[in-house]
């Protein structure tokens, strides 16, 4: 479970919750992306980190990933290594990045810059493919990864950008874990629309008209898939709880077709 599907609900709660539901694993939100959001200090020894570190001890959760970075041409070095150590002091072993930038060689630079101080903290980059932000499809995260960089595929972002499961497939090996949910079969006019439809308006794994199953199906098996799907409509109708329980038998669902695809078809 990936924290922007409920990023309303304290993260100490949402470890809980996703236990509850039935999620083997979290991704941690561990410094703030917008101001709008809410603002959860994770810094060690805080009082939340400790509530976090009690709730991960309580339900035998472990935190895969922690996000994110956008990287926008400026020194970002102080907010980066802020996220490394918070994010290994939780246990993760990635940090989401993505890129506002759009040239490629600057992007690199600094990706490597990232590479090399996140291995003090055990952390390494994984640079996430946006619809709508400069670096937007496998392609140009492929380049990237050749400073040690990892790749973080979205299936809402791989559908928008026009990639395929066979597209996926030819990055396996850079792949910790992949981000799965629908989305509308109409894609948004503009680009404030894919960021609304990112951040509040996605559905569940099993709806939609992205091919879910296939993108899942296009990797090996032992990669784990994370649930992101912030629908804030069906929150503010339902509750968070309702809406994980909904994504945990979505992704359930699209696991198993996945498998039995495999099965039908080896």
């Known amino acids: 479970m990936a924290p922007l599907s409920t990023l309303t609900t304290p993260p100490d709660e949402f470890i809980y919750l996703a236990h509850e539901v039935g999620f083997e694993f979290v991704g941690l939100r561990v410094i703030p992306v917008t101001p709008h959001e809410p603002q959860y200090d994770l810094s060690p020894g805080s009082k939340l980190h400790r509530k976090v570190t009690q709730a991960l001890a309580d339900t035998g959760l472990q935190v895969k990933d922690a996000e994110f970075i956008l990287l926008n041409g400026t020194d970002q070095r102080t907010e980066w290594m802020t996220a490394f150590e918070r994010a290994a002091s939780l246990g993760a072993r990635t940090l989401t990045v993505a890129v506002g930038i759009t040239d490629i060689a600057q992007t690199a630079e600094i990706v490597a810059e990232m590479v090399e101080a996140g291995k003090e903290y055990g952390i390494t980059p994984a640079i996430e493919p946006i619809s709508y932000q400069g670096v937007n499809n496998l392609d140009q995260a ?3 990864a ?5 790749i973080l595929p979205d299936t809402l972002h ?9 597209q996926l497939a030819e990055v396996t090996s850079h792949i910790p874990l992949i981000q799965i949910c629908g989305a509308e079969a109409q894609r948004p006019a503009t680009r404030e629309g894919l960021v609304e ?3 509040g308006a996605r559905l569940a794994p099993d709806e939609g008209a992205n091919d879910v199953v296939g993108f899942v199906r ?5 990669i784990p898939a994370s649930v992101e799907s912030p629908n804030d409509s069906f929150v503010n109708e339902h509750g968070a709880r309702a809406w994980l329980e909904k994504l945990f038998r979505a992704g359930q669902a699209v696991i198993e077709a996945a498998e039995a695809a495999d099965t039908a078809n080896p």
Do not use: D, V, Y
């Not at 791989?158 to 066979?166: A, D, E, N, T, V």
């Open 218 to 222: 296009a990797l090996p098996r032992e």
């Open 146 to 150: 050749a400073t040690g960089s990892l």
């Open 142 to 144: 492929k380049q990237l």
């Open 158 to 166: 791989l559908h928008r950008g026009g990639m395929s499961p066979q």
């Open 197 to 199: 439809e990112s951040r």
